[in-house]
């Protein structure tokens, strides 16, 4: 019968059913529609839900670890074996229809099946798994051959996808245990695998797509998981129910023993397999085993609900009676119905009693927020009168600042003229300095000339005396010159060799200097930094006492005046949060540097949501003088993550902890926390920001620094890197406070040490350099010295020389004439010198009036100076009463709104009475009329518990109440009613089940039939392709199958005669051929989409592995939408790669082994 009738035909039997069990319990209409798609299927898909479905929920790796429980083999329910001899002929008729339809099927040899658009295996991959340290296999949608020798792994890779698919590790015969499939020296193994996932069948498409990729992972340690991702890598779960749903959607089947036969399997089913063995692989490959268990199962349900329903019976009798008996004690209940009339009246006025207690509760709400809204107009005036206060203040301030403008604006033309005037100060300054230089240029130059005068009359004295005595002189003279000249060139080279000395000298005193200027900024920067530890020491200590002194000294007093605004309600909005690294815990201490100095002033921010709020801090603020930034934004918590980069980076936000979420999002706005990445190596930095598109940075990454305070990278591509600028302040991150003070002491004392040495060194340049000093006086003395003797000698030779001269061509005449000469330009002189005395007298008289006029402007802008500074002081002193008048205005502010806020509580609170008084009155009206109030509450309520207390003494003699009464008859009357119905409808689906049961076997026999037939033919169209014949006969009632296989060999074949043979007697070959083709049979039967083979020709001789392995792919080609992987460590040179048949073959095995000697 063909598949697809077959499904239609059992559809139609679970409508049918359906329809009759829609109104029966759940948990039996459950176990009735197992069984019906368990037959539907014929594929075991049901059975595999159901026999998942009784499995504990332990975890996947206690599931490994238990070994299975033995399962009993069931080929029919026990007690529904009897076959009606009506349907005899009918099996036959179906059988021959089917044999037809079968063997014409099958002579349309050649055709290619549909490839499947799901449920087959794309891809397999494996890390550290068995021998596998790294293994990637792509498997091809119709047949796979996986080739290598022993030991290369090839079993690895049907185990890993038994693992993979929720397999246990004892079903792969390879393991007890999921550990032992972790390769030797690795700590955990993964697999991970691809399943197609298209077409209108397709598994969750819309959240899978066209693939979907299981992964598992087995650690050493014993846990075990499964990742369970889309086609994009995306995680959609990691529950192995959805892997169950998943399978079952797909029909894949990992522990069916014919589905995925492992090496021994197959082995056992090639060689030792018998005839019982053969039938139970039938059996269990065709789901027929487990539905028969499904059935039983079913049969037990149904015989426990017959018991029941014989109870159910019994008790119906008794709940007949009680019904009875419940009414006839309501009859005589009513008689005493009378006294309950006049209770009933008083708790009408009970009722409407509390209705005017709450109508009264509604007035006194009322009247008491009259109360408040007529006090608001008047703190209304209140703070309209400190406002007006506040605006004449501030209109004040506006004048005295537009005054104080002013001022500043008129006193700029004063200054103005003032520059003016000193300009032309200075110009008649420079003209009375030329002119008195003038001067003293002919005073100079007639004083040269009266010496010139005095020395003609010197010479003229000493002609006269020298006419005398002039031969002997001459003489002497020569003589003189002589020695002179020698003298005067002694002193040259003295005064040459005194110049080169004293060059040393200053080139030493030059080197000395920059010495000592270098040591000089080396011994400030010691200083400064000798300091600045200091300074840091005294911070950190203040710090121990108090952890808010890191933020700043005067933190701590902020944040009281804070609480004492948030105290008396003085914030706007919500109060200040800040400093923002209070908030901020570190995890790791290494990091502390870097974030501090990347993080900077913001750690020192507060945050505020109200401007008003801002200015309020900034005035606390100015009252300590400190500042710090305040932020002034929305406390919004938005969503960050998908600006985060990878998980593999560390960021600036992963290394952080906060107390307050609104902290992380104000650092990710300001300093992008979120994007900013902390690499440890430099080398590394420079790789991860080239790594991202055009060589920039990755994804999601905005900045890079590195431990030693390098920023690295840029955005835009190319590589760079800045030193960040170290922050130099009190730990506000690091936890490690005493450490540092540890290592800022030893730095202290250490730069103290370096300071003393530079200044001892400094001491000692400065007395080198003193030395060097007092050598350069001493050789500049020396200089000077040789300098004026030898101006004196060669004065002396040339005055010996001109007075030779003279006593040769002058005479005392000569000297006569050029004094009276010299006379002559003394008196041209102090008649040229008249003019500039006249000139100098007119300076001097214009520079008085520019000095009276500089007087007058410098006095003008002392005036505007004072006013400027009375101005100020009135200004200051107004902005003084200003901020004292502001808390007033505050004040009223707070109390208007905290009487706002009494008269909205106030509403909400008469709004909820007056709703509830409504839904009251309401329920009373339900309840009854309004009647009159005669009484208080309180005294009809004593009425009413005296006249129950009568009632209750009746009722006593009676044993309940009327209501208890009436209750308790209309109880049994359900009860009796309900329990007749139940047992009415469960018959009823007995019935119906047991015919549907009575069904399910007569199909359950139809199928096996089908089954056993199309396995028989397609069992003889196998062997035919080597030119044997055979049938396999089943024999149900003894659960056995048996091989029938007739060869011919080339001797007989001439003869035409066949030898039937044994499958004992079978050769090897012979023997595993005869199984392929029976496997082959079986397989036809199934509707899997995976099939999977280990060593299936192990046994074979050439020919047979070469007729087998074709048989096998022409049997695979014409599959529709099923996947071969077929496993064999022997030569497949004959099978030739294809669009549709994909060769992979393994690496030889790597072992460690030695030759035998």
């Known amino acids: 019968m063909p598949e697809s009738r077959k499904r239609r035909l059992i559809q139609d039997e679970e409508d049918e059913i359906d329809d009759h069990v829609q109104d029966i319990p759940e948990r039996t209409a459950k176990h009735a529609k197992t069984g019906s798609r368990q037959q539907a299927n014929g594929n075991g898909k049901a059975a595999k839900k159901s026999r998942r479905a009784t499995e504990s929920d332990h975890s996947a790796e206690e599931e490994e670890d238990d070994e299975d429980e033995e399962v009993t083999e069931r080929e029919e329910p026990e007690g529904w074996g009897e076959v009606d001899p009506s349907q005899t002929q009918d099996e036959l008729d179906w059988k021959k229809r089917a044999a037809l339809e079968f063997q014409r099927s099958t002579q349309k040899t050649g055709r290619h099946g549909m490839v499947a658009e799901m449920g087959v295996i794309e891809l397999i991959e494996m890390f550290d798994f068995m021998c596998h340290r790294h293994l990637k296999v792509p498997f091809g949608p119709k047949i796979n051959f996986i080739i290598g020798h022993n030991g290369s792994g090839k079993s690895a890779i049907l185990t890993a996808i038994i693992v993979c698919l929720g397999g246990k590790a004892n079903a792969t015969n390879r393991a007890q245990n999921l550990k032992a499939l972790i390769r030797e020296g690795a700590s955990q193994t993964d697999v991970k695998l691809q399943l197609r996932n298209r077409g209108p069948d397709a598994f969750k498409p819309e959240l899978y797509g066209e693939s979907i990729i299981i992964e598992r992972r087995i650690s050493r340690d014993g846990s075990s998981g499964y990742k369970i991702k889309s086609a994009k890598g995306k995680t959609i779960s990691t529950k192995r129910e959805e892997l169950a749903a998943m399978c079952d959607h797909m029909n894949i089947q990992v522990d069916n023993p014919m589905n995925v036969l492992s090496q021994d399997t197959a082995k056992q089913f090639l060689q030792a397999s018998t005839g019982e063995d053969k039938y139970k692989f039938f059996s269990r490959g065709t789901q027929l085993t487990q539905l028969s268990i499904d059935y039983e199962t079913i049969r037990e349900c ?83 009168k400190e406002d007006d206060i506040i605006n004449e203040l501030a209109a004040r301030i506006q004048e005295l600042e537009k005054s104080l403008a002013e001022h500043t604006t008129s006193g700029a033309p004063s200054l103005e003229q003032k520059r003016t005037i000193e300009h032309k100060m200075r110009e008649k300054r420079n003209e009375y300095k030329q002119v008195q230089d003038e001067e003293k240029t002919v005073n100079d130059e007639i004083k040269s000339l009266k010496e010139q005068i005095a020395e003609y009359e010197r010479k003229i004295e000493l002609t006269r005396k020298q006419q005398a005595t002039a031969i002997s002189r001459r003489a002497e003279a020569v003589e003189k010159i002589s020695r002179l000249e020698e003298e005067n060139e002694r002193s040259k080279r003295q005064l040459a060799e005194a110049r080169e000395s004293s060059a040393q000298i200053e080139q030493k005193s030059d080197d000395c200097r920059d010495r000592q200027d270098a040591l000089a900024k080396v011994t400030n920067k010691l200083r400064g930094e000798l300091s600045e530890s200091r300074d840091r020491i005294k911070q950190i200590e203040a710090q121990k006492q108090n952890a808010l002194r890191a933020f700043g000294p005067a933190v701590p007093d902020i944040l009281r005046d804070i609480e004492q605004v948030t105290r008396r309600g003085g914030w706007r ?36 949501t109200e401007d008003a709020d801002r200015t309020t801090l900034m005035g606390i603020m100015r009252k300590y003088n400190w500042k710090a930034d305040v932020i002034r934004t929305k406390r919004v918590i938005f969503d960050y993550s998908h600006k985060e980069p990878s998980t593999r980076f560390l960021t600036i936000n992963r290394i952080l902890d906060f107390d307050d979420e609104w902290v992380r999002r104000l650092l990710i706005d300001k300093n992008s926390i979120e994007s900013t990445i902390l690499v440890e190596q430099r080398q590394e930095a420079d790789r991860i920001t080239s790594s991202g598109p055009n060589g920039g940075f990755p994804e999601g990454v905005s900045q890079c620094f590195t431990v030693d305070l390098i920023r690295v990278g840029d955005r835009s591509g190319g590589a760079s890197s800045l030193m960040m600028r170290r922050y130099n302040g009190p730990p506000r991150l690091s936890k490690n406070v005493e450490g540092q003070l540890q290592v800022l002491q030893a730095r202290a004392e250490q730069v103290g040490d370096s300071l003393r040495q530079r200044m001892k060194e400094s001491e000692a340049l400065m007395s080198e350099l003193a030395s060097f000093d007092r050598e350069r006086m001493v050789s500049k003395r020396q200089q000077q010295n040789l300098e004026k003797d030898l101006k004196l000698k060669t004065r002396a030779i040339e005055d010996l020389r001109a007075t030779q001269q003279e006593e040769d061509t002058t005479g005392i005449s000569a000297y006569e004439d050029a004094k009276q000469t010299t006379l002559e330009q003394i008196e041209t002189m102090k008649k040229q010198y008249e003019p500039v005395a006249v000139q100098k007298q007119a300076i001097l008289a214009e520079m008085e009036p520019l000095k009276e006029g500089l007087k007058e402007i410098n006095e003008s802008i002392r005036r505007k100076e004072e006013e400027s500074v009375t101005i100020r002081s009135d200004l200051d002193r107004l902005n003084l009463e200003r901020q004292d008048k502001l808390p007033r205005v505050l004040y009223w502010e707070n109390k208007l709104n905290k009487e706002q806020r009494d008269i909205e509580q106030l509403q909400i609170e008469l709004s909820g009475k007056t709703k509830y008084l409504e839904e009251s009155t309401a329920k009373a009206v339900e309840y009854c009329d309004r009647v009159e109030v005669t009484a208080s509450v309180a005294q009809l309520e004593r009425d009413i518990k005296q006249m129950q207390e009568r009632l209750r003494e009746q009722e006593e003699q009676r044993g309940a109440t009327l209501e208890e009464i009436a209750l308790d008859m209309q109880r049994k009357q359900d009860l009796y009613k309900t329990s007749k119905l139940a047992i009415h409808q469960m018959e009823v689906f007995v019935k119906q089940l047991k015919m549907t049961l009575n069904n399910r076997l007569s199909r359950w026999r139809e199928f096996r039939a089908q089954m056993s037939l199309r396995s028989k033919i397609n069992f003889g169209l196998q062997l035919s392709q080597r030119g044997y014949s055979g049938e396999l006969e089943f024999h149900h009632s003894e659960k056995k199958l048996t091989i029938r296989v007739e060869t011919e060999d080339q001797r007989t074949a001439k003869a035409g005669v066949a030898r039937d043979k044994d499958p004992k007697s079978l050769s090897g070959g012979e023997k595993s051929f005869s199984t392929i083709c029976l496997l082959l049979a079986l397989w036809d039967s199934m509707a899997s989409s995976i099939r999977c083979l280990d060593e299936f020709d192990v046994f074979m001789d050439a020919v047979n592995r070469r007729i087998s392995m074709q048989m096998l792919i022409d049997t695979a080609r014409e599959s529709d939408g099923v996947q071969y992987i077929l496993i064999t460590p022997q030569d497949a040179s004959s099978v030739s790669p294809g669009p549709d048949v994909r060769v992979h073959r393994l690496h030889d095995p790597e072992r460690n082994q030695q030759t035998i000697a």
Do not use: C
């Open 302 to 384: 149904i015989y426990t609900m017959q018991r029941t329903l014989e109870n159910k019976k019994d008790s119906l009798t008794e709940l007949f009676d009680d019904a009875k008996a419940a009414q006839a004690r309501f009859k005589d209940m009513q008689a005493a119905a009378t006294l309950e009339l006049k209770v009933q009246d008083m708790k009408n006025q009970v009722a409407w009693g509390q209705i005017e207690e709450l109508e009264k509760g509604v007035r006194t709400t009322e009247d008491k927020l009259d109360g408040l809204k007529a006090r608001i107009p008047g703190i209304e005036a209140k703070r309209a």
């Open 573 to 608: 909005g919500s109060p200040p949060v800040g400093p923002l690294g209070r908030h901020v815990k570190l995890r790791e201490e290494k990091w502390a540097q870097v974030l501090e100095s990347a993080l900077g002033g913001v750690l020192n921010a507060f945050a505020v």
